[in-house]
């Protein structure tokens, strides 16, 4: 007996966490050019990030799309908290920066994000990297914690 195929749509939550609106905006229509259906939340900070994966605001699984240089909360200090969490430790996670340093480079991927990419590169080629995330989540297994 055959087994039914998987849908070929997999439901996957962005998390946007950047302070700066005309960042957030430029990546919702982004996603909208690409016709991407998955749902959309932002955080400003770190902290406001934390607060929307606790609560379980942002559905499993999820994506995030994360800022470096943000008040209150750094993507850096969001990512040393966030893998510690044993909840939120399994958390995807695309960095999506004005940072060259490559102290914060290097300090990104100790924490285990999935790419590093510069917002000036975006400039350019902005729907490849969206199109790069979108390709991710459809042929990645993420996980879904059950609770």
Sequence with gaps: MPTPSKPRYKEVSL???DDDDIDAISLERALRKLRLLNTLFRARDGREALELLRSGQVPAPYIVLLDLNMPRMNGLEF????R????LT???VF???TSKSDE???AAYRKHVAGYVFKQHMDRDFMEVMGLIEHYWRIV???VTKE
């Excluded at 510690?84 to 909840?87: L, M, Q, S």
């Design 15 to 17: 998390l946007i966490v």
């Design 79 to 82: 990512l040393e908290v966030l």
């Design 84 to 87: 510690t969490d044993p909840a």
């Design 90 to 92: 399994h958390a995807v």
């Design 95 to 97: 960095v999506l920066t």
């Design 104 to 106: 914060d480079l290097v």
């Design 141 to 143: 297994e993420l996980p």
